[in-house]
Nanobody, 131 residues
Framework: QVQFVESGGGLVQPGGSLRLSCSYS????????IGWFRQAPGTEREGVAC???????????YYVDSVKDRFTISRDNAKNTVYLQMNDLKPEDTAVYYC?????????????????????WGQGTQVTVSS
């Protein structure tokens, strides 16, 4: 039902920026959303930012508190692509970042807080913030 192409990860110094890209193919008639999640070594996976792609809430976004003033999620519907602009990166942002699609969206808050109905995961891309 879902295929992803993720890119944009890499090594950056603290205070730097990266832009992640998630190009997707989704087949559903339901309201759905795309989100970015991350997992650092020895930690549980956590939500970062989510955006509604279809349905009455299309274009709405949700951010977890730790990134809401530094990261921006956006979409380009013509390209079926969602971006995550990450500014003022910190060492604690180091993680594997995963793009995911929720094919039965309840709320963005639920999705970004790891409460899923029909979640599909990309392969992940490494982000390392280090001096």
């Amino acid at each position: 039902q879902v295929q992803f192409v993720e890119s944009g990860g890499g090594l950056v110094q603290p205070g730097g920026s990266l832009r992640l890209s998630c190009s997707y193919s989704v087949q559903t008639r339901n309201s759905y959303a795309i989100g970015w999640f991350r997992q650092a070594p020895g930690t549980e996976r956590e939500g970062v930012a989510c955006i509604a792609v279809s349905g009455i809430s299309a274009g709405n976004t949700y951010y977890v508190d730790s990134v809401k003033d530094r990261f921006t999620i956006s979409r380009d519907n013509a390209k079926n692509t969602v971006y995550l602009q990450m500014n003022d990166l910190k060492p604690e942002d180091t993680a594997v970042y995963y793009c995911a699609a929720e094919l039965f969206l309840t709320t963005l808050q639920a999705m970004c807080n790891m409460k899923f109905v029909d979640i599909h995961w990309g392969q992940g891309t490494q982000v390392t913030v280090s001096s």
